[in-house]
């Protein structure tokens, strides 16, 4: 099984990158995770890391390319797109590789190849998968995330789960399977939305995300610079809902349920970060 055709950029050296990732579809509810990505590449300025050739993996009557005015007037046509970015972060914390893509429709084996290449050219040692579900969560509540990981040692320093779900999987959960033997460290991230909001976007998702994963990897995610859109997407919330009695009973009898439950005790980001490290560190050398 060949991998898909790539072109890569010129890339700097990269201080212990860390590889995040999200992709459009069954899993990016709200566009939460894709967000969180695209607003890390924002904030830490990304830079084209590798293109990866979309021919191969997409139907364009399903997923159709879209024709732009460029700046000179001219037609463009902007095909679904699966790029790298590669970002740098401050003070000495994991630089970044980025993929904020479109779930392909076809090849998805030979695409996990094509990743677990660019992996190994990259130099990544830790991937963090991102994706939004839809849940019960009230959206007056703080959204749940959910981290695993397939590992069992990792999952035990970090009193992260272990993998339960069965059924049809995305994109992402063929990824964790084919990236595993490649990847010393993987882990998984998974946000709750509202299931009686699930459109787009979904602020509130997105940064409970990115909260997540600076505690778990250290990196800078700048999730407070989210807060005013939040503010705003939970007024316009209240006000979708506040004419309907039927939605705000709902609503009522989901914080009520959520108060109930234990509340679940902050974690040391530091903590993990460092459990994170020890673990790399910690791993045989592939080369001995």
Do not use: C
């Amino acid at each position: 099984m060949a991998p898909i055709p790539y072109e890569l950029h010129h890339i700097p050296a990269l201080e212990r990158p860390l590889f995040i990732m999200a992709f459009k579809g069954l899993f990016d509810i709200g566009e939460a995770a894709t967000a969180a990505v695209d607003w890390l590449s924002m904030h830490h300025a990304g830079q084209p890391a590798a293109s990866i050739d979309p021919e191969l993996l997409f139907d364009f009557q399903e997923t159709r390319p879209e024709v732009r005015l460029g700046a000179n007037g001219l037609r463009e046509i902007h095909w679904p797109t699966n790029n790298l970015l590669w970002a740098k972060t401050p003070d000495g914390a994991r630089d970044l590789i980025l993929l904020s893509g479109i779930e392909p429709h076809l090849r998805w084996r030979s695409f996990g190849e094509t990743i677990a290449e660019l992996i190994t050219k990259t130099g990544v040692e830790l991937v963090a998968t991102l994706g939004s579900t839809l849940g019960t969560i009230p959206h007056t509540r703080a959204f749940p995330v959910t981290a695993s990981t397939s590992n069992p040692d990792l999952a035990s320093r970090l009193e992260l789960d272990l993998p339960t779900y069965e059924g049809p999987t995305g994109l992402i959960g063929a990824l964790h399977d084919s990236l595993a033997q490649t990847v010393p460290a993987l882990i998984s991230l998974r946000v709750s939305v509202p299931h009686y909001i699930p459109g787009a976007p979904a602020p509130k998702a997105t940064g409970a995300l990115l909260a997540r994963l600076e505690a778990l990897t250290g990196v800078d995610t700048d999730h407070a610079g989210l807060a005013d859109e939040i503010r705003d997407w939970e007024s316009r919330v209240h006000l979708a809902i506040a004419d309907d009695e039927e939605v705000r009973a709902y609503v009522t009898q989901l914080e009520a349920s959520h108060d109930l439950q234990p509340s679940i005790e902050t974690e040391d980001p530091s903590a993990l970060t460092e459990e994170i490290e020890n673990f790399l560190r910690e791993r045989p050398d592939p080369t001995d």
